[in-house]
Each structure stands twice: as C-alpha cells, then as structure tokens.
C-alpha cells in the first residue's frame, strides 16, 4: 500500500461509511453519530482495518508476481507503468492549456508586441478561459439583479432584512424552548404540562418532603401552600431560591450543583401547584404576603 490511489481508495470507502452512518442514524441536530453513538465510531475502524487489510493484500500479491517476472517481464512492467505516468502527465498539461491557453516558451516570439521599454518586451498573452468565463457569469448575475431588484421591485433590502430576522427569532425561540441547560432566573416561565409536573412531584418527593412534607404543608421548612413566602413566590422567586439556596445559615441548601436547570424548573412549577393543598395540620405562615405584580 504505497501508491497514491491506493491511499485514495481507503480514504473514500472511509469517507462512504462515515457519510452513510450519519445519513442512517437518527441524531439531534449539530451532532455526530460516529461521536453520539459509539459503535458508529467502532463500525468506521472496522472499515478502516478491512480498507487496509485489502490494500496490503493487493499490494502484497502484486509484489509477488513482480517477484516471478523474468528481467525482460520487468522492463516491459517498468515500460507500461511510465506509460501511464506520460500519458497522466500529458492529460495535465492539456487541461492547463485548455484552461490558460498560454504559449510555451518556444512560441513567445508569436505574441511578442513592438512595445520595448529599456530592453523589456511585452506578451499578448489571451485572457484565461476560465477568468472570461467568470466574468461573462457576473454579467449575468448583474443582469439578473438589476431586473429583479430594480425592474420588477422583487423586494427591498430593508424588507429581506426583516424577514431574516423574523426567522432568527423563530429559530431562537425554538431553541429556548428546547435547551434545558440556559433557563436561568431572568427567563424561567410556569410549566402547565402534566408531564412536566409530574417530573417536578417526582423530584420534590425524593428531595423535598424531609422538610416540607408531601402535601407541602411544612415541617423543618416553611408551609408551601399558604400564600405567605420569605423569599418570595411567584416561579421566578421560588426558581431562584432552588437554584441558590434559602437564606444563609438557616436556609436550604442550594441545588444548582444536583440539579439541571430544566429539574428546577419543573419542580418550582411542581411547588407552586401545591397551593392548591389544604393540609390538615399546616405549618403556621412565615414571611409576607406575596403577589404577582403586573
């Protein structure tokens, strides 16, 4: 395994296989599946390992038949094999002409001009195909714009501005509402979903009804179902006493570090349903009357 194409062969079988693990697994958006999945990543050196393998193979047993060639055999091996590599060679240099349509060095005496500046001559040399050809493709893009934007008024930069904005926002929006981990105190919203509560009543009963109780009716904490809160109520409040604790010395602990913000979310919503409680034996009121201000 030591010519060109040989190397070329692995990389693109390599390069297939990549491509049709990420087109055949399902994975969230920005994400790879070689990186996701782990045994994508095993499958790919799996396929790396068998692209080597028969590239060493190949190489191996053409070795041996060149072994069993006579000096003669090898001589017209070497002839074919240089062959090939004139007549790659020959195929290159066509392609840059065709492309450049310069003239060898040999030829120059054909375009040289009569301008002569102390010894200097100048070369009519022809444009590049490929520069004319991008310039006749801005032509009629300029063409195409002009009509579109300047003749029939397609639509005007201040309107495609507006619009790309507009689906920025969406596109922010929908991403806000599916990150867990960038709810902070600032945008945190109430979670009506059942599924969400229920989620919340799962954590608030494995982490909080030591002092709260299950119905919320207080016992080392304050009672959660009156109306009265120390630190204040409303889900911002009650989020932000979650995520950074009580107050200092004779508070809750904070939970910021055991929790994902989405976990606190759903447990402060979880929280804030228990007013709807009307324990038999509630703890009395502690702190002030709170109200949503508008």
Not at 61 to 68: A, D, E, F, T
Not at 166 to 192: G, H, K, P, R
Request: net charge negative; aromatic share 10%.
């Amino acid at each position: 395994m030591k010519s060109f194409a040989s190397y070329l062969r692995v990389f693109v079988l390599v390069a297939i296989a990549v491509a049709g693990t990420e087109y055949l697994m399902e994975t969230e958006p920005g994400q790879w599946a070689v990186l996701e999945y782990p045994f994508a990543g095993v499958f790919i050196g799996i396929v790396l390992i068998f692209a080597i393998a028969v590239e060493a193979s190949i190489a191996s047993l053409r070795n041996v038949l060149y072994q069993s060639l006579s000096d003669e055999g090898k001589e017209r091996y070497h002839a074919s094999e240089q062959a090939k590599v004139s007549k790659l060679e020959e195929k290159w240099d066509s392609l840059m002409q065709s492309m450049t349509k310069s003239k060898e060095i040999e030829e120059e005496h054909e375009i040289i001009l009569d301008h002569d500046y102390d010894g200097i001559k100048e070369l009519d040399n022809r444009l590049p195909p490929w520069w004319l050809y991008s310039f006749y493709a801005t032509i009629i893009f300029g063409v195409i714009y002009l009509v579109r934007f300047h003749v029939v008024g397609d639509y005007t930069q201040a309107e495609e501005y507006e619009r790309e904005v507009a689906m920025a926002q969406e596109e922010i929006e929908a991403y806000l509402a599916t990150a867990e981990d960038i709810i902070n105190v600032d945008n945190v919203s109430f979670l009506e979903d059942s599924s969400d509560l229920k989620k919340g009543e799962k954590i608030y009963t494995a982490n909080c009804v030591a002092c709260h109780r299950a119905d919320g009716g207080g016992g080392i904490g304050p009672n959660l179902t009156d109306e009265y809160w120390i630190l204040g109520g409303g889900i911002k409040n009650v989020f932000k006493t979650i995520s950074e604790g009580g107050r200092p010395g004779k508070g809750m602990v904070a939970w910021k570090s055991d929790l994902s913000a989405k976990e606190m979310q759903q447990v402060a919503s979880y929280v804030l349903t228990l007013q709807e409680n009307d324990p038999a034996d509630g703890k009395a009121p502690e702190g002030d009357v709170w109200e949503e201000e508008e």
